[in-house]
């Protein structure tokens, strides 16, 4: 079985619990424990939110630039290219670091590398 991408969920605390915010999370959840193998591991980290980047973000959009590069064959370096060319993170030839960019950015990138996977025919959601 191929890795799989990491999945990030955003959680609340209520109550003293932590509640998923979106009712898709669950779903998501559900489908990514399916997708484990008996036995397999998991590593689970808690970040506390902020308006920049998160460690999970950047995490992700380095998982999907190298299982992208790996199907296309394309360096991990010209597939990091594309990705912030198609999420509007370059201008005037000059491309902005993952680590310096808000959540916002992150996931305009995360959501460019998935639009890659959909042309090339790499699922990656």
Same mark, same amino acid.
């Given at each position: 079985?191929?890795? =799989?991408?990491?999945?990030?969920?955003?959680?609340?605390?209520?109550?003293?619990?932590?509640?998923?915010?979106?009712?898709?999370?669950?779903?998501?959840?559900?489908?990514?424990?399916?997708?484990?193998?008996?036995?397999q591991e998991v590593t689970v980290t808690y970040e506390v939110l902020n308006p920049t980047g998160s460690y999970a973000q950047l995490a992700k959009i380095h998982k999907c630039?190298?299982?992208?590069?790996?199907?296309?064959?394309?360096?991990?370096?010209?597939?990091?290219? =594309?990705?912030?060319?198609?999420?509007?993170?370059?201008?005037?030839?000059?491309?902005?670091?993952?680590?310096?960019?808000?959540?916002?950015?992150?996931?305009?990138?995360? =959501?460019?590398?998935?639009?890659?996977?959909?042309?090339?025919?790499?699922?990656?959601?």
């Amino acid at each position: 079985m191929p890795d =799989q991408l990491p999945l990030t969920l955003k959680w609340v605390k209520e109550n003293n619990e932590l509640r998923l915010v979106k009712s898709l999370s669950k779903v998501n959840l559900k489908q990514f424990i399916e997708n484990l193998e008996e036995g397999q591991e998991v590593t689970v980290t808690y970040e506390v939110l902020n308006p920049t980047g998160s460690y999970a973000q950047l995490a992700k959009i380095h998982k999907c630039i190298r299982e992208l590069a790996g199907f296309t064959g394309d360096t991990f370096e010209d597939m990091k290219i =594309q990705i912030k060319i198609r999420s509007g993170l370059c201008t005037s030839g000059e491309c902005k670091s993952f680590a310096d960019c808000s959540t916002d950015e992150l996931s305009l990138a995360i =959501q460019a590398a998935i639009e890659i996977g959909d042309i090339v025919g790499f699922n990656l959601h």
